[in-house]
């Protein structure tokens, strides 16, 4: 983005540099502040308050005041300001997905992507709130009633990431909102400029005051006020594993109700009676996303014996065909990284792969375009102990492995603490049952490289999390069962 476009942008209303809390744009109490640079090219590009416990303790006094009120709607009125909200994402979609890229680095069709995906949260759930259905039970007694309702949970609070920074926000509010939840949200410190347009929206669409609030800042100071403060009746976190650890033994004092949505290490399985070409879009599609960035990216490619040679060959002409750019750069398929430490955790991951034998097909080094710039990689070779099928690489890796049975394969995908998205191809029914049944993994993509969708919930096993988001089973994860006895 050049110098004109660029102060173009910072001068739209929806470039907001400020905190949003009870409706109103506030800096932090110290006047401290966070800068913000591109990844692109690591320039400042504006900063946000660096805002701390006694700020995010007044936000969650504001979405406590304005619980009230606001679980007294009826749903349909919760989803109509969601529904109005979801419209003026998809109006201003085209700034939205700039601010998007321009602190986050993804390509500009992505931020739109992502921005589309983001505004669906908000329609699933205004439609889904006026079905947060209770029910009905025989008594045990004639002259006795049981009936159970659904009630929203209370004042939450979510804790979001830099690698989707409009949808992991949306995902949580929209869920919240709908269910008559007030929020509280802290966005990455590296894009918060997607979270306060988000919150300019919210206002533009009638979102009551002190509903949704955004606080910037220390991430230590306002999760341990969002996890300390009895206020807050659940916590919603995306990020990584370390830290969501960190958030559950410090929620456990207030015993507040918890989704953990986590860091993955999403095994992809081509059988050797897969249509090899879909697998190969599929693939490329599951594993360069966001240039790799993000939670469901493939980290480790299995290829049986009789297609392997045939698969890597494939895969080899469309990743050497990719274009590596800056994210508002039309032609740009694969783009910077967040940050250096990024850049690090990818070379030391191929470094690793080569040093203990593994074959660099393609890629492998930074490129000359910027410090955060790293070539689309091919490994082959590569082995179950190595690193960067242990650890997520969140890069632009394709670390590929050969095996020769379905139960080794099997065997491999589950060798891992994480499990949260895992892809396959296969054309046989039989197969599809046995391996989809048996992976462990909260999702997974079958015949398919994209799978995320507002309709199904989103979520993993294992180190990779509790709960789930989408789809009715997020709409459950903000509503208490209470059950009524009458006699
Ligand atoms: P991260 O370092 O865990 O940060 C996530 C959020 O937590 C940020 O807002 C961060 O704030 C905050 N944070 C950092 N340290 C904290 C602490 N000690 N206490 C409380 N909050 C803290 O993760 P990330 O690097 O942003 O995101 C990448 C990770 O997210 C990957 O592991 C990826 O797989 C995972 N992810 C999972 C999903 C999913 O749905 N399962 C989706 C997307 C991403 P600051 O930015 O201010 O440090």
């Known amino acids: 983005m050049n110098k004109e476009a660029l102060a173009d942008l910072r001068d739209n209303p929806l470039f907001r540099q400020q905190c949003f809390v009870d409706g109103e744009w506030a800096d932090a109490d110290s006047g401290a502040v966070l800068q913000v640079d591109n990844p692109a090219n690591r320039e400042f590009i504006g900063q946000v308050p660096r805002m701390g416990q006694a700020e995010a303790q007044r936000a969650i006094e504001a979405a406590n005041c304005s619980l009230p009120a ?108 709908a269910a008559g939840c007030t929020m509280v949200v802290k966005p990455a410190s590296a894009t918060p400029f997607s979270a306060l347009a988000l919150a300019e929206l919210a206002h533009q669409a009638g979102v009551p005051r002190g509903v949704f609030n955004v606080v910037t800042g220390s991430a230590r ?75 469901v990216c493939v980290n480790r490619f299995y290829v049986q014996d009789a297609v392997h040679d045939a698969f890597v060959e494939k895969l080899k002409k469309r990743i050497e065909s990719m274009h590596l750019g800056d994210g508002f750069d039309p032609q740009s398929d694969v783009a910077p990284l967040i940050n250096q430490e990024a850049v690090d955790k990818v070379l030391s991951h ?104 507002a309709a199904a919930p989103f979520g993993g096993v294992k180190s990779s999390g509790l709960g789930r988001e989408g789809g009715v089973e997020g709409l459950e994860e903000y509503l208490e069962t209470k059950y009524l006895l009458m006699g």
Request: glycine share 8%; hydrophobic share 45%.
């Open 70 to 177: 606001w679980r007294e709607q009826t749903a349909e009125a919760r989803g109509a300001i969601l529904y109005r909200w979801h419209q003026l994402m998809l109006a201003h979609q085209e700034t939205l997905a700039a601010i998007m890229t321009l602190e986050q680095g993804k390509p500009l069709a992505e931020s739109l992507g992502e921005i589309k995906y983001a505004a669906s949260f908000f329609k699933w759930f205004a439609e889904e709130s006026r079905r947060a259905y209770g029910r009905t039970i025989p008594a045990a007694n004639s002259d006795q009633r049981i009936v159970v309702i659904k009630q929203p949970i209370g004042v939450a609070a979510a804790i979001t990431p830099w690698n989707f920074p409009s949808s992991m926000i949306t995902r949580k509010a929209g869920a919240a909102l």
């Open 350 to 453: 191929v470094d690793d792969a080569v040093g203990q034998g593994a074959s660099l097909v393609s890629g492998g080094k930074p490129d000359t375009r910027g410090d955060n710039y790293v070539l689309p990689t091919l490994l082959t070779g590569v082995r179950q102990s190595m690193q960067i099928m242990r650890e997520e690489t969140f890069g632009p890796v394709v670390a590929v492995s050969r095996f020769a049975t379905e139960a080794e394969a099997i065997d491999w995908a589950n060798d891992t603490p994480f499990g949260l998205a895992a892809y396959f191809y296969s054309e046989n029914v039989h197969r599809v049952w046995r391996v989809a049944e048996a992976i462990e993994a909260g999702m997974v993509g079958i015949n398919a490289g994209l799978i995320s969708n």
């Open 221 to 295: 100071e306002i999760a341990g006020e969002m996890t300390g403060n009895p206020l807050v009746r659940k916590v919603s976190f995306t990020g990584s594993t370390e830290v969501g650890s960190v958030l559950m033994r410090e929620a456990a004092s207030n015993v507040q109700k918890l989704s953990l949505e986590l860091g993955g290490n999403a095994p992809f399985i081509v059988f050797e009676d897969a249509d090899l070409d879909a697998a190969v879009e599929g693939a490329i599609a599951a594993k360069f996303r966001n240039t790799g960035q993000t939670c």
